[in-house]
């Protein structure tokens, strides 16, 4: 009987000591002689720094150091990433812009330092740009003079081909621009017979974690080494900016990566290098932790967006042309996820004629980063708003316009490559047929539906499968487990070593003893760590078929494992267990090497994952509230190595979409100051605004993933809030164009309709 764990719904391998609270998280890590560090931050949006009176602060008892900029001897010039940068310099450039560090022996101390230095401390301000269209103008004052032209985004989104604009070396707050075409998009939309154009505005959103930045760093002087204990989701690409930003060789500087506590992107890089940098200067261990305040006018959240979107099409509901112009507001620094969105706005549906401009501007505002699915969000409420109004329009069914116009593998995607074979018509098929779109009726709901998906991480990765002597199996890789990827890592090991999963178990180890391996982000790590974690089970898989072998004096082709024993294929009495053949490699004296089994993956080839929703909501004219009372979602997985974890992914992208399409939005006033500073302000969805949920996993498999599989995280945030606002036009008749979708833009929008 075959022995498989590939499908198979487990419980995550870090559940029980999570939901018990034994997982000990960055804040948690108890230190010998560790110091709390607070930070000052900037009140405003753009000042000089006149004047930091230091005695202030340090009068407090328990304080043992202020530090500014001035006292540490790192950093980049000109940084152009948030977590590269330590402590302004002379100027702040964004609310929230870390002025100085109070150190003190207790954390109530450095935070009443914090307080005096913040009544003492002295700043002038200056003009601020806040507004993203202001900011664009070519006559505008520079936001980061002898920045202009240079771009944070690739280093943490995959590389794209793009088509690069002579422009981008003009001085200016375009930080950066991308642009895909083909055919005449002026032809394209003049052969049409309809054209529906529409303006979206999205807003700053916070990731909203539950554990806020946290950091250790303690320096070895003698030994010149760095460790940096964090809750980062990529302990190499952490490493790799430690090391430069504080001048130190990658071998000097070890990152031990903790449980993260939420991250969706945003817990990359950012109080490592200054805990790094104060620890060096300081010659003592050093906490720094953001309080919740701090995250919001000091973190990195989600960009805001302003989409020019225009479709044309025939009376047939085939689309002709495909027209946008995107803005993208990175706030204070590059690095906003411009060229995803461009491309998976441009690239979900095929026209002959194609038009796709962006920029990405600067403001003085926090600089972004990256949020689940970054950028594709975006994109998909526009693109997928004005495809449900054309369907409307011309009288088309909605799904059945989207899948005559679908992508598939092989079409063209805009920035001339071809799409790789996908799973966009099967999950439309499959919500077709769910009964929320088959049997919806006109009952005062509305029903909505809409697409996205995630183009798939892609980077290189190594693994290693060690045979303990016991027979269980210890792998061992680099990457951090936010979503539970550990426990589908297993499965794929077990299965290809033919164990039970229970005997293996995955090990995340630090920066000096893990193989590498990529960010937990861009719904990579199952693509890229699974295949090679598969590749090193199948190594020792070969090394302990020849112990087998040998043992059973047979050839290894007529040899099979399963459940962890070795067995002749069809002689049953002739086995022996994995557990023996170990015994064969340890101790004095033994004949045979340790099964050991290793791998490496470079993976260039994508593997796009995309999901179809559809949502059903109450519109409650008199208040302007949407609920949400049913949802059904069709993604393709690739192949469900564990259904149960990736029926989790999609519930809480649901989640997480919910809250972008009705309630979270960081808002700025006009001296760019955060209003939504706290949990008090900034609205999250509750339990009770998540319906409840129908998942069908779609499995399409991908070329290169273990067992097929694809990457799960991102796709299910990308189409809700397309999909509750489609439901809202659907139920009211009103197209809204901005997110959050509040009660008093529903109540303007009925208004306008002449509806009470």
């Not at 540490?72 to 812009?97: H, Q």
């Not at 621009?177 to 939309?189: K, P, Q, T, Y």
């Not at 798939?456 to 680099?478: M, Y």
Request: aromatic share 4%; hydrophobic share 45%; charged share 20%.
């Amino acid at each position: 009987m075959a022995f498989s764990v590939i499908g198979q719904s487990l419980p995550r391998i870090d559940g029980e000591e999570k939901v018990t609270g034994r997982a000990r998280f960055s804040a948690d890590q108890e230190m010998r002689g560790v110091l709390h560090g607070r930070l000052l931050l900037s009140p405003y949006a753009h000042a000089r720094i006149r004047r930091l009176p230091t005695a202030a602060a340090l009068a407090v008892p328990g304080v043992v150091a202020v530090v500014t900029a001035d006292d540490l001897p790192f950093g980049d010039d000109v940084p152009n990433a948030r977590g590269r940068c330590l402590l302004a310099r002379g100027e702040v450039r964004f609310v929230g812009d870390p002025v100085a560090v109070v150190v003190a022996e207790s954390e109530a101390a450095a935070a009443d330092g914090v307080d005096r230095l913040a009544s003492a401390a002295e700043f002038d301000p200056l003009p601020s740009l806040v507004d993203p269209v202001a900011a664009a103008d070519p006559g505008a004052p520079l936001v980061q003079p002898g920045l202009a032209g240079k771009s944070g985004e690739a280093s943490l989104h995959a590389a794209l081909k793009v088509d690069e604009d002579p422009q981008d070396q003009k001085p200016g707050n375009v930080s950066s621009r991308v642009r895909f075409s083909r055919g005449d998009i002026e032809r394209g939309l003049s052969e049409s017979d309809l054209v529906m154009a529409r303006t979206f505005r999205t807003s700053v959103v916070h990731q909203a974690y539950i554990e806020p930045h946290a950091t250790i760093a303690d320096y070895d002087s003698a030994a010149r080494r760095l460790t940096v204990w964090t809750a980062t989701q990529g302990l190499f690409y952490a490493r790799e900016h430690v090391a430069q930003v504080l001048r130190l060789p990658e071998s000097s500087v070890r990152i031990v990566p903790m449980p993260v506590g939420g991250g969706f992107g945003a817990k990359i890089l950012l109080l490592e290098p200054l805990a790094g940098a104060l620890a060096m200067v300081l010659r003592r261990p050093v906490r720094l932790v953001l309080t919740r305040s701090d995250e919001f006018r000091t973190a990195t959240p989600a960009p805001q967006s302003i989409i020019e979107m225009r479709l044309g099409a025939r009376r047939d509901g085939r689309l002709t042309a495909i027209q946008a112009r995107l803005l993208f507001d990175a706030g204070a620094l590059p690095g906003a996820p411009l060229n995803i969105a461009a491309l998976m706005l441009g690239g979900i549906y095929q026209a002959p004629h194609l038009d796709v401009q962006g920029r990405e501007v600067l403001t003085h505002k926090a600089p972004t980063g990256a949020y689940r699915a970054p950028g594709a969000v975006q994109g998909a409420f526009a693109v997928e708003s004005v495809m449900d109004d054309l369907a409307r329009a011309l009288n088309r069914d909605p799904i059945e316009m989207r899948l005559q116009n679908a992508s598939q593998g092989g079409d063209p995607m805009p920035n001339g490559e071809s799409w790789p074979r996908i799973g966009l018509r099967e999950v439309l098929q499959a919500v077709q047929d769910d009964p929320l779109w088959r049997d919806r009726q006109r009952d005062g709901r509305g029903v909505g539906v809409a697409t996205g998906g995630w183009l798939g991480g892609i980077e290189p990765s190594s693994a290693c499968v060690r045979l303990n002597t016991d027979g269980t199996l210890q792998v061992v890789v680099g990457s951090v487990d936010i979503s539970g990827t550990a426990t589908g890592l297993a499965q794929v090991a077990a299965e290809t070593l033919g164990v039970p999963v229970s005997g293996v178990r995955v090990i995340g180890a630090d920066s000096d003893s893990a193989p590498a391996a990529g960010m937990s982000g861009g719904s990579k790590i199952m693509y890229t760590v699974g295949s090679a974690v598969a590749k090193a089970a199948h190594d020792a898989r070969r090394q302990i078929l020849a112990l087998a072998a040998r043992r059973l004096e047979a050839a290894e082709g007529d040899l099979e494992i399963s459940g962890g024993v070795v067995r002749v294929r069809g002689v049953p009495a002739r086995t022996v267990a994995i557990a023996e053949l170990a015994k064969l490699t340890s101790g004095f004296g033994a004949g045979h090497p340790p099964v050991f089994g290793v791998a490496s993956e470079a993976i260039v080839q994508r593997a796009p994952a995309f999901g179809a929703h559809i949502a059903r909501v109450l519109v409650d004219g008199d208040s302007g509230r949407v609920r949400v009372v049913d949802y059904a979602v069709a993604q393709d997985v690739g192949r469900a190595i564990n259904p149960a974890a990736i029926r989790g992914q999609i519930h809480g992208g649901v989640a997480q979409g919910i809250g972008w399409a009705l309630l979270e939005q960081v808002i700025y006033d006009e001296q760019g100051s955060v209003a939504t500073g706290s949990f008090l302000d900034y609205a999250l969805p509750r339990a009770s605004d998540v319906p409840t949920i129908r998942a069908t996993l779609v499995e399409v498999p991908s070329d290169r993933g273990p067992y097929g599989a694809k990457g799960v995280g991102e796709p299910p945030v990308v189409p809700v809030a397309a999909a509750i606002a489609n439901a809202i036009a659907d139920a009211s008749g009103a197209r809204i164009e901005t997110l959050p979708i509040v009660p008093e833009t529903i109540r303007g929008a009925l208004a306008r309709l002449g509806r009470p």
